[in-house]
T-cell receptor
Framework: DQQVKQNSPSLSVQEGRISILNCDYTNSMFDYFLWYKKYPAEGPTFLISISSIKDKNEDGRFTVFLNKSAKHLSLHIVPSQPGDSAVYFCAASGQTGANNLFFGTGTRLTVIP | ETGVTQSPTHLIKTRGQQVTLRCSSQSGHNTVSWYQQALGQGPQFIFQYYREEENGRGNFPPRFSGLQFPNYSSELNVNALELDDSALYLC??????????????FGEGSRLTVL
């Protein structure tokens, strides 16, 4: 049973434009959400996170939005750069700091120069 | 500061064999978690070790076992390998398991192929 879902396996965006990656979850007990980026032949690297007490968290070009009522979060990348091309995983946990993260299946982002 | 390192990077086993994967945690980290990433899927939590004891386990059978050593390095052992065990196995380390941001530091993974 997939508790974290990323329904778009891939996304292509022109350089300089906005990339929006979406994620849905089913477990209302999740209260901490993270995005990881993965390049080929590398492990996932942490990108940005958000606690359920917030609805937005921003870090440079990256912003994560959380809509608890819809059990939906999104990652916005503005402006998109070719180096952003990677697989992005959404993850959730049931308590802040818990290490048993539930991951989505990932979205492959391609930023076209 | 050294990152998380895993060995071996690739290996091939046959069904029924046993395998041991190794992980060295990032310096200063005392918690290690193991994840299995099957092709086309996201990482799935296997288990976590803290202070050399298993502290949380995902939906994996007992033939998946692990160890954490005093220097916080870790092993993942899988017995009686099955074809479905073919996957990328990721080790992740972090500091104390509560009160942090939940950020995990992953290694590059060990790709296991079971024939």
């Amino acid at each position: 049973d997939q508790q974290v879902k990323q329904n778009s396996p891939s996304l292509s965006v022109q350089e300089g434009r906005i990339s929006i990656l979406n994620c849905d979850y089913t477990n209302s007990m999740f209260d901490y959400f993270l995005w990881y980026k993965k390049y080929p032949a590398e492990g996932p690297t942490f990108l940005i996170s958000i606690s359920s007490i917030k609805d937005k968290n921003e870090d440079g070009r990256f912003t994560v939005f959380l809509n608890k009522s819809a059990k939906h979060l999104s990652l916005h990348i503005v402006p998109s750069q070719p180096g952003d091309s990677a697989v992005y995983f959404c993850a959730a946990s049931g308590q802040t700091g818990a290490n048993n993260l539930f991951f989505g299946t990932g979205t492959r982002l391609t930023v076209i120069p | 500061e050294t990152g998380v390192t895993q060995s071996p990077t690739h290996l091939i086993k046959t069904r029924g064999q046993q395998v041991t994967l190794r992980c060295s945690s990032q310096s200063g980290h005392n918690t290690v978690s193991w994840y299995q990433q099957a092709l086309g899927q996201g990482p799935q939590f296997i288990f976590q070790y803290y202070r050399e004891e298993e502290n949380g386990r995902g939906n994996f059978p007992p033939r998946f076992s692990g160890l954490q050593f005093p220097n916080y390095s870790s092993e993942l052992n899988v017995n009686a390998l099955e074809l479905d065990d073919s996957a990328l196995y990721l080790c992740a380390s972090s500091r104390i398991r509560t009160g942090n941001t939940g950020e995990l530091f992953f290694g590059e993974g060990s790709r296991l192929t079971v024939l």
